[in-house]
């Protein structure tokens, strides 16, 4: 299918293509998709085309009453109906998680290499500087 083909062949492409490589994809983003195939073309013979990337302004339908706009300057969250709150907040809430993960993950690799660097500072003021069997065997003791 189209998504299942963009998710596992196509996406591990494009944020390199961007030159975004280290950079996680976005949290919340959209992709417009155009069936560039002929009519009558086979669904698996399908050729697809990204229009266009939408990472800065994902519209959340349910939660449009609270965009400011021009004729709605002071909008905000208070104005989304109640029969839409459960759902917002569902979004909401799988929006936090994953970008609070990203950030415990991003942190905890920040924290090993200032561990790392500091190991190899006390290493290195003994006379053990550049041993690396012996970092690898310190590092992997410490996880232990």
Do not use: H
């Not at 994902?58 to 905000?76: H, M, R, W």
């Amino acid at each position: 299918t189209l998504t299942k083909d963009f998710i596992s062949t196509d996406l591990p492409l494009v944020m390199p293509a961007l030159g975004l490589e280290a950079e996680p994809i976005p949290l919340w983003w959209t992709s417009d998709f155009i069936n560039s195939s002929p009519p009558g073309t086979a669904e698996k013979d399908e050729k697809w085309i990204v229009g266009e990337f939408n990472c800065s302004c994902v519209g959340i339908s349910k939660c449009l009453p609270a965009y400011c706009k021009e004729d709605t300057p002071n909008a905000c969250f208070n104005d989304i109906p109640k029969k839409d709150m459960v759902e917002v907040r569902k979004i909401g809430s799988l929006v936090g998680r994953k970008g609070l993960a990203i950030l415990a993950k991003k942190a905890s690799s920040e924290k090993q290499a200032k561990t790392l660097d500091s190991l190899k500072t006390i290493l290195s003021s003994v006379g053990l500087g550049g041993n690396e069997n012996l970092i690898t065997k310190l590092t992997a003791w410490k996880r232990s």
